[in-house]
């Protein structure tokens, strides 16, 4: 079984940020693509962004700019930097790759 592991969620106000963790035990995170997922209430899961295995990166329209996706591969976890966040980007945070997803991490953006 497969174990991603998010972490650094929380409660955060508007234009704040925050930096989600995605940790894994896999031996090939170094030769994968990292997914990162998001799903508000009542709302269906939408992708964010991603990272390729050599480090490229791309993002949903509504986080250009202000959310960044980087990996250590070192230590098999990919990151997920927020800024300027928004209470529209309030919602369960997961981590996707190899088919698996974590357990989720809520991010709320609240005054």
């Known amino acids: 079984q497969v174990q991603l592991v998010e972490s650094g969620g929380g409660l955060v106000q508007p234009g704040g940020s925050l930096r989600l963790s995605c940790a894994t035990s896999?031996?090939?995170?170094?030769?994968?693509?990292i997914n990162w997922f998001r799903q508000a209430p009542g709302k269906q899961r939408d992708w964010v962004a991603t990272?390729?295995?050599?480090?490229?990166?791309n993002y949903t329209d509504s986080v250009k700019g202000r959310f960044t996706i980087s990996r250590d591969n070192a230590k098999k976890t990919v990151y997920l930097q927020m800024n300027s966040l928004k209470p529209e980007d309030t919602a369960v945070y997961y981590c996707?790759?190899?088919?698996?997803w974590g357990q989720g991490t809520q991010v709320t953006v609240s005054s």
């Open positions: 990272i390729t295995s050599g480090g490229s990166a």
């Open positions: 896999r031996s090939s995170f170094r030769i994968s693509n």
């Open positions: 996707n790759a190899w088919g698996f």
